[in-house]
């Protein structure tokens, strides 16, 4: 599912928790590659003097969700199948 900005402050901080975790594909900024922040008004580029801004994301995981995801990629890293980590 598709969600248009603006955004409520409680999917702003599921998407930014997902920028932040590192084993999934960050958004990222269509001009420069640097990755996205998360406001209210939709995304930001994170990269000083670019304005490129971005009005949708995919609905981010809940935060039950986000919990799950971290227990399994723990299991894998402990099964040592995550390659490069
Ligand atoms: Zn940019």
Not at 38 to 45: E, F
Not at 47 to 57: F, L, P
Not at 69 to 74: C, Q
Request: with cysteine; charged share 20%.
């Amino acid at each position: 599912m598709i969600l248009k900005s603006p955004w409520p402050q409680d999917i702003v901080d599921r998407l930014n928790t997902w920028q932040s975790l590192g084993f999934c594909h960050p958004y990222a900024c269509s001009e420069c590659r640097s990755d996205l922040t998360a406001t209210t008004n939709g995304w930001k580029c994170s990269e000083v003097g670019c304005a490129y801004t971005q009005d949708w994301a995919h609905e981010p995981p809940t935060t039950d969700q986000f919990v799950k995801l971290k227990n399994e990629l723990h299991l894998w890293m402990n099964a040592g199948e995550v390659p490069g980590m």
